[in-house]
């Protein structure tokens, strides 16, 4: 069984993630969603939000598990018994950071491989941090995000 693993911040998850997960499911028999616990990148969602968003958002799909991992994703790779790492692509600004991310873990580990995916063209110019400030901004997210990830921001900015 090929078991992938696509880590990410996801916060939050953006309807490109959740097409970068589809793809991966149609080349792949399971796909680990790993969120980033990194406390030094202060997320605006807790871990454990960003993971409730991406189980609702991947209710329909099968053979996909959400988890969190910190420390070395190397080594969290290695513990799913997996030696597939799931990026994705959008355009080419993205390309030189995944480049040499993908070649320092190939030197830690040559058993490890990085497979990039390519979104679907509505979601090229898609990121996590554009949709926080249109949600800051009460701008429309219809078509750009999960529903449980609109209700989720919608709920956060009205606090705020
Ligand atoms: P990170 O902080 O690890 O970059 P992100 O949540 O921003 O976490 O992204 C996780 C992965 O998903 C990255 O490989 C990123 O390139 C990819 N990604 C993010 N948004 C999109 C999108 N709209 N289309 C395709 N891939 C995307």
């Known amino acids: 069984m090929r078991t992938a693993v696509y880590p990410g911040s996801f916060d939050p998850a953006t309807n490109g993630h959740i097409d970068v997960i589809e793809r991966a ?3 792949f028999d399971r796909v680990i969603v790993a969120v980033g616990d990194n406390p ?9 939000e960003r ?9 329909h799909l099968k053979n996909i598990e959400v988890d969190s991992f910190s420390g070395l994703l190397i080594d969290y790779v290695k513990s799913k018994n997996s030696k597939i790492i799931i990026r994705g ?20 580990d040559s058993g490890i491989e990085t497979v990039f995916i390519m979104t679907n063209e509505h979601y090229v110019y898609l990121n996590s941090s554009i949709i926080k400030e249109m949600a800051m901004f009460g701008g429309s997210l219809n078509d750009l995000v999960p529903e449980i990830v609109e ?10």
Do not use: C, W, Y
């Open 40 to 48: 030094g990148k202060k997320p605006l969602f807790t871990t454990k």
């Open 25 to 27: 499911l149609k080349i």
């Open 151 to 160: 209700k989720k921001l919608k709920e956060h900015f009205s606090k705020t």
């Open 51 to 59: 993971i409730a968003m991406l189980k609702e958002s991947t209710r």
């Open 89 to 108: 692509l959008r355009a080419v600004s993205d390309f030189e950071f995944e480049f040499q991310r993908a070649l320092l873990n190939r030197v830690v």
